[in-house]
């Protein structure tokens, strides 16, 4: 399994704006799909973004396309969600997810988790 540890929540102000970052382990990163999910307090999680191994593809939900902007840098081992416009409803815990499988399906199907991090988006 893919060790994965994200950082980068905080407090922000609506209409601010927050990077996440994710840095997995293992040695074949540049062949995972990653994803980052979201779960608000007594909901269930949702996807937000992914992104392909090879970056040319990328999904959004529609609640955070145009806002929200998922990267991946390869060298670093590391997966960013840029969210700009922050609204009070993106308020959630943000987890990081790795398809490990190295292979080009898609939509990814994930098999590793971060233990999250807390993104609180005040009106």
């Known amino acids: 399994q893919v060790q994965l540890v994200e950082s980068g929540g905080r407090l922000v102000q609506a209409g601010g704006s927050l990077r996440l970052s994710c840095a997995a382990s293992?040695?074949?990163?540049?062949?995972?799909?990653m994803g980052w999910f979201r779960q608000a307090p007594g909901k269930e999680r949702v996807p937000v973004a992914a992104?392909?191994?090879?970056?040319?593809?990328?999904y959004y939900a529609d609640s955070v396309k145009g806002r929200f902007t998922i990267s991946r840098d390869n060298a670093k081992n590391t997966v960013y969600l840029q969210m700009n416009s922050l609204k009070p409803e993106d308020t959630a815990v943000y987890y990081c997810?790795?398809?490990?499988?190295?292979?080009?399906?898609?939509?990814?199907?994930?098999?590793?988790w971060g233990q999250g991090t807390q993104v609180t988006v005040s009106s």
């Open positions: 997810a790795a398809d490990s499988s190295a292979s080009s399906r898609w939509p990814l199907n994930y098999d590793s």
């Open positions: 293992g040695r074949t990163f540049s062949r995972y799909g």
């Open positions: 992104i392909s191994w090879s970056g040319l593809r990328t």
